[in-house]
């Protein structure tokens, strides 16, 4: 216990006490407490609670069973055996379990409660004379199924309610999380499978009164047993996708030190892209992964390339071109990825048909891969790299809609600069910003002159080192490496950020202008 900040001693501690004062009220005088009706209630919620399928919650119809069958005070009891009995896996074990047995108690008896303040006894008895009427005429003294299913539903949402917000008390004061990752963003996935445990509950209350007895009511949890199953496998799975993708970002983060974060930050761009042209569910999620995996590739192109200090030659240019070939190949085998291969393959595709790496032009470019090279060009012109200064979000914007048409859809850029507009951005630090110097090769980052050494120490660049026009990335590489419409020769300062957001990684060194002479070349 000591183990825990202040704040969340004192708060579990709290729950534990309000819910042994919720449970002491079966020793008063009067009560006529169903005990075997408790006791095997809570065996049942106590197996099941350990059951390998790891997901206490699909028991739930369990504890509801025991809410509809039991006065409150009883019902918080079924609870108890399988709190202090479940799995703790981390330390400090035995607070763990008495929270966990206090959160589910004060849970069971908030519902209780509920379904007695809206008549459900009455309710039930009236479907216990149905059954006993064989189905012929409704009890005209008590309400009917529906009403009997409504309040069912909603005591099964009082209960993962009042679950849920305890729990998020306990992330606030312990974890230290803010109020609305601990509650906001939890509630409304953590309500929604009660919707199905309410009608469960009610099943297994009538089945429990009804002739067949206790027997015909456990029956209703091997449905139940199944879809926890099912829902653990998926939840498995997912987790293992997330896990392939984080891993073939860190491995192209590490092999192009770089543009550490890019993929990140380009999956944040294409999913606010996303958001402001309708998008959600599962293409919202298809395109951040596409986003995040769009230079996979890299990792087939020689890292000598990848990391080349100077300009690159015309094979090896070609070289690097097939990266998103090699990505497209890499996750063929990835069935989950669906859009998302497309959007690796195509992303330097351009409107006008000179990207590559089929020259596809207009609507020829899917959909994905033209959100993803919009969000790829954003980043690169606001991330600050070796080769050039991070730029303003207005100034990439306006970079963004004057190529539209020509290279970017001007469809995406529109709902990029809206987005930006409602929600601004913030961009990660880069493997070459300041705090990360790090992790960028000495001889690659520029270096202040000392004053303390002789000025015939101070060389100027040397001519290989400079932008020539035999090099330049608009007059050569197939189809123009995906290349804007500027002239080669321009000496603006946003000319050489624009050519590295467009082009990428294959379009060679760019340099960016600055008054200590030309900085060494970097990919994007």
């Known amino acids: 216990m000591r183990a825990l900040p202040l704040g969340a001693r004192v708060y579990v501690l709290c729950a534990v006490l309000a819910g042994g004062l919720c449970a002491a009220a079966v020793v008063r005088p009067g009560q006529d407490v169903p005990w075997a009706t408790v006791a095997l209630l809570a065996t049942v919620h106590a197996v099941g609670s350990r059951a390998r399928a790891r997901w206490p919650e699909w028991c739930s119809p369990v504890l509801l069973a025991g809410a509809f069958l039991l006065p409150p005070a009883a019902a918080a009891l079924v609870?108890?055996?399988?709190?202090?009995?479940?799995?703790?896996?981390?330390?400090?074990?035995?607070?763990?379990?008495a929270w966990r047995?206090?959160?589910?108690?004060?849970?069971?008896?908030?519902?209780?409660?509920?379904?007695?303040?809206?008549?459900?006894?009455?309710?039930?008895?009236?479907?216990?004379?149905?059954?006993?009427?064989?189905?012929?005429?409704?009890?005209?003294?008590?309400?009917?199924?529906?009403?009997?299913?409504?309040?069912?539903?909603?005591?099964?949402?009082?209960?993962g309610l009042t679950a849920t917000v305890l729990e998020g008390g306990v992330l606030v004061t312990?974890?230290?999380?803010?109020?609305?990752?601990?509650?906001?963003d939890r509630l409304p996935g953590a309500l929604a499978p009660y919707l199905v445990h309410g009608p469960a509950g009610l099943t297994m209350a009538v089945l429990w009164r009804s002739p067949y007895g206790p027997a015909a009511a456990l029956l209703v949890l091997l449905p139940m047993y199944v879809c926890a199953c099912g829902f653990v496998l998926y939840h498995r799975e997912s987790a293992a996708?997330?896990?392939?993708?984080?891993?073939?970002?860190?491995?192209?983060?590490?092999?192009?030190?770089?543009?550490?974060?890019h993929s990140e930050r380009v999956g944040r761009a294409s999913t606010m892209i996303a958001r402001e042209l309708g998008m959600s569910g599962d293409?919202?999620?298809?395109?951040?992964?596409?986003?995040?995996?769009?230079?996979?590739g890299k990792l087939g192109v020689p890292t000598r390339l990848l990391r080349k200090n100077g300009p690159l030659t015309p094979e090896e240019r070609r070289v690097i071109e097939l990266h998103p070939e090699y990505g497209d190949e890499m996750v063929r085998g990835i069935g989950f990825l669906g859009e998302a291969r497309a959007a690796i393959l195509h992303h330097h595709e351009r409107l006008d048909g000179s990207g590559y790496?089929?020259?596809?032009?207009?609507?020829?470019?899917?959909e994905f891969a033209r959100v993803v090279a919009v969000a790829d060009a954003f980043d690169a012109m606001t991330s600050t790299r070796t080769y050039s200064r991070a730029r303003p979000v207005p100034t990439a914007v306006e970079e963004l809609k004057r190529c539209a048409g020509t290279q970017f859809d001007p469809r995406m850029v529109r709902a990029l600069a809206r987005a930006l507009d409602r929600h601004g951005w913030h961009a990660a630090v880069t493997a070459d910003a300041p705090e990360e110097r790090g992790n960028v090769p000495a001889d690659s980052s520029p270096r202040p002159p000392e004053p303390s050494r002789p000025r015939e120490r101070s060389r100027p660049p040397e001519p290989s080192r400079s932008p020539e026009p035999s090099r330049s990335r608009e007059s050569s590489g197939p189809r123009g490496a995906s290349r804007l419409p500027e002239p080669s020769r321009s000496t603006e300062p946003s000319a050489p950020l624009v050519r590295a957001a467009a082009t990428g990684p294959s379009d060679g060194p760019v340099r960016s202008p600055a008054p200590d002479g030309p900085r060494p070349g970097g990919r994007s």
């Open 79 to 97: 609870a108890l055996p399988g709190a202090l009995l479940t799995r703790v896996d981390r330390p400090p074990v035995w607070p763990r379990r």
């Open 101 to 159: 047995a206090a959160r589910l108690s004060l849970a069971v008896w908030a519902a209780s409660c509920a379904f007695v303040a809206l008549s459900g006894p009455r309710a039930l008895e009236a479907l216990e004379a149905l059954g006993d009427l064989g189905g012929g005429v409704r009890d005209p003294g008590g309400p009917g199924f529906p009403y009997a299913l409504v309040t069912a539903v909603a005591a099964a949402l009082v209960l």
């Open 174 to 184: 312990a974890e230290r999380r803010s109020p609305r990752a601990a509650w906001s």
């Open 241 to 261: 996708h997330q896990a392939t993708i984080r891993a073939l970002v860190q491995a192209v983060d590490i092999k192009d030190r770089y543009t550490r974060g």
């Open 283 to 296: 293409r919202l999620e298809a395109l951040r992964i596409a986003g995040i995996l769009h230079d996979v």
């Open 357 to 366: 790496p089929y020259g596809l032009a207009g609507a020829q470019i899917p």
